[in-house]
């Protein structure tokens, strides 16, 4: 489970990644409006029933195990005087996927990012566009690091096959074979190496993927 920080206007927001789902710390958004009670700014938020429509609504969207009688029950309740409803009350009852309390030393409460952002919305607007920003400016790059983790690994690729090919060359072949020959015993010498590394020859690599440009090697992984 990847964790990362961003600052968002002095505020320290952690932020983790499961399921490739980005989750960021409701109580550290909270901390932004009051660092000594974040717990109760966040579940002041949960008590709403706009906040509870929503929240429900996200889960019947993504999750098939809501539990939809009981989120009609909070649904009901909400805006009394008496209602209340806490994280860990919520994912209990209902089963909800959205929000995730989390115990340890990055422990608090998370929400997946569309929820995240909703709640900021209730703190702040201001804030909320700072938080979307620096969020976007993380995902950004992530994406840049992906793309030179991919270049320097297709880069690696082609050295390292240049100089397998050469040692099959200088090493692997008779000279006394005819040059039609060579190319026989050279094709059979390279799909070996592509058998060992990637469990399938260069022939095979294509037609299961015709729709890739280049070969297998430019699709290896930084450690193949």
């Known amino acids: 489970m990847k ?3 961003i600052d968002v206007k002095g505020t320290e927001i952690i932020i983790f990644s499961k399921e490739k789902e980005d989750y960021i710390s409701l109580t550290d958004i909270a901390k932004y409006k009051d660092s000594e009670r974040s ?3 966040l579940q002041n938020w949960m008590r709403n029933r706009s906040t509870i429509e929503f929240i ?3 889960e019947q969207l993504h999750n ?3 539990n939809s009688i009981e989120f009609d029950g909070f649904k009901n309740e909400a805006g009394s005087n008496s209602f209340s409803l806490t994280p860990k009350r919520w994912i209990a009852a209902t089963n909800a996927i959205g929000i995730i309390s989390k115990s340890g030393r990055y422990g608090g409460t998370f929400a997946h990012q569309d929820i995240a952002f909703e709640f900021a919305s209730w703190i702040s ?3 909320k566009l700072y938080l979307l920003k620096e969020f976007q400016r993380l995902k950004q790059a992530e994406i840049e690091q992906k793309q030179l983790e991919w270049d320097v690994s297709r880069t690696l690729a082609k050295v ?5 090919t050469h040692a099959i060359r200088e090493n692997l072949i ?5 040059k039609s020959k060579k190319k026989y015993v050279y094709a059979d010498e390279a799909d070996l190496l ?3 590394l990637f469990g399938k020859t260069e022939k095979k690599w294509r037609d299961e993927n015709p729709s890739l440009q280049g070969n297998i090697r430019d699709y290896a992984t930084l450690e193949q």
Not at 160 to 164: C, E, S, T
């Open 174 to 178: 008779p000279e006394n074979l005819s």
């Open 64 to 66: 098939p195990d809501f």
């Open 160 to 164: 390292n096959y240049q100089i397998h």
């Open 56 to 58: 429900g609504l996200w």
């Open 125 to 127: 607007a201001e804030f």
């Open 194 to 196: 592509n058998i060992a």
């Open 39 to 41: 717990d109760y700014i």
């Open 3 to 5: 964790k990362q920080k």
